[in-house]
């Protein structure tokens, strides 16, 4: 009776295997940890436990990514994987998405598998270190693991269509695996439960670039492939990490908001100098009034000053022309404050304009010491005081503005992209200018 075993040969080469189907001999490298077998030359499949299981199934008809033949080697980072398998799966009863499983076995025995999708690449190893069932009971959508946030991307069955070389798992009997992928791109990791028998494989990895993978295998066949679409763990924006990037934009916008609340608490509203100036009813022009010498504060932006007149007025109005003068290097700033009230009564309704004081703002004042020289024109009917003050003024909200606004702009900007990405990676638009399905 044929069985596996029967099959095997051992000559100067190693051990090898002959198909049953067209008796090609082919190279074994994994004897003992062999489930299933499918001839590279007639499809042909064969069990390890149940020989004549799936021998009926057709699978010549394979359309296999002829870069990766069995028996080819590449190198990466110093280590030699050659291919020994190749399956061609796909998501059960969702038959565009699809990709290529081909299995590499290290010179230190490891075995790995490269997926292909699209032209994206990425590369698993089996990892028993990831905590599964604390993953698959938590009802939360990311989880923490050696220091990186993994969010869930998406659960499917699969199933294999065609496959060719050696499988150390049964390829074709898949049905009742359930798969979970989790991703902090580029890194990934999957989770495959047989619900039958609850056994769970876990398996860590990473996003591979076709040059990457090129290179690996000394072919530039594969980078010149076509690629579609974003892979499962491909890093968009560069790698940024958005939710990274959010709490870090968030802080510094807590930061500036801060910074703005105690600068303009400790400085904004501060008197510089005040006087009181006389006006005299019987002339509409005053003699020029000069200030004491006052001191404005260095800073390095310029400082933003505020200047006001207040005077009692009924239907009168005061107008102050107004110069500061640089007493370090004779700079003058001209500038003009102006008051005004009028009031009366129309058809029996009182009415009002105007106010007792007026303000005008000065930006961009250097440090130093000055005075201030002023002019007077009034239509006062009788002596008056105008008081006339100068102050530290706040531009710290309008400062805020400027830096905190940009910073939404790009947190915004960055998580629309990243948005739309995602759509991308998840096959639901094809590109980012699409409209969601």
């Not at 100067?12 to 030359?41: N, R």
């Not at 699969?158 to 791109?185: L, M, Q, T």
């Amino acid at each position: 009776m044929t069985n596996f075993d029967s099959c095997i040969t051992v000559n100067e080469h190693g051990t090898a295997f002959k198909c049953t189907g067209c008796h090609t001999v082919s190279k074994l490298y994994i004897q003992h940890k062999l489930q299933t077998f499918a001839c590279p030359k007639c499809g042909k499949i064969h069990d390890r436990l149940y020989f004549d299981k799936y021998l009926k199934i057709p699978n010549q008809n394979a359309q296999f990514l002829k870069c990766f033949k069995i028996g080819t080697v590449g190198t990466f980072e110093g280590v030699k994987h050659t291919v020994i398998g190749q399956a061609h799966k796909h998501v059960a009863y969702r038959y565009a998405d699809k990709w290529d499983e081909i299995l590499l076995l290290s010179e230190t025995g490891e075995i790995s598998f490269l997926n292909c999708s699209y032209g994206n690449y990425t590369w698993l190893r089996e990892d028993h270190t990831i905590p599964a069932q604390e993953i698959l009971s938590n009802t939360d959508t990311v989880f923490r693991f050696q220091d990186r946030d993994y969010d869930f991307l998406q659960g499917y069955n699969y199933a294999s269509k065609y496959c060719i070389g050696e499988f150390h798992y049964d390829v074709i009997d898949v049905k009742n695996i359930r798969c979970s992928d989790y991703i902090s791109p580029p890194y990934i990791i999957s989770i495959e439960k047989d619900e039958k028998s609850k056994r769970i494989s876990t398996f860590s990895g990473r996003h591979m670039t076709r040059k990457q993978v090129s290179a690996m295998f000394n072919d530039y066949r594969i980078e010149s492939q076509e690629k579609e679409g974003i892979g499962i763990a491909q890093p968009v924006l560069g790698g940024i990490n958005v939710r990274t990037f959010n709490k870090m934009c968030l802080a510094l916008i807590g930061f500036i908001i801060l910074a703005s609340i105690f600068w303009s608490a400790t400085r904004s509203y501060r008197q510089i100098f005040h006087e009181n100036v006389p006006v005299s009813w019987t002339d509409t022009q005053t003699e020029d009034f000069v200030s004491k010498s006052f001191y404005i504060d260095s800073n390095a932006t310029g400082n933003y000053l505020e200047f006001s007149t207040t005077a009692s007025l009924s239907n009168e109005w005061i107008e102050a022309a107004l110069t500061l003068v640089n007493e370090a290097n004779g700079e003058e700033r001209e500038f003009g404050v102006i008051s005004e009230y009028y009031s009366g009564v129309d058809n029996g309704y009182s009415w009002s304009e105007g106010s007792n004081m007026g303000t005008v703002g000065l930006s961009s004042v250097p440090g130093g010491r000055y005075h201030v020289k002023a002019k007077i024109f009034s239509s006062v009917t009788s002596d008056k005081n105008l008081y006339l003050e100068a102050r530290y003024a706040s531009t710290e909200v309008w400062n805020t503005c400027i830096l905190v606004f940009p910073i939404l702009g790009l947190m915004i900007i960055i998580n629309l992209l990243k948005r739309r990405y995602e759509l991308m990676r998840k096959g639901e638009i094809d590109n980012l200018f699409d409209s969601q399905a």
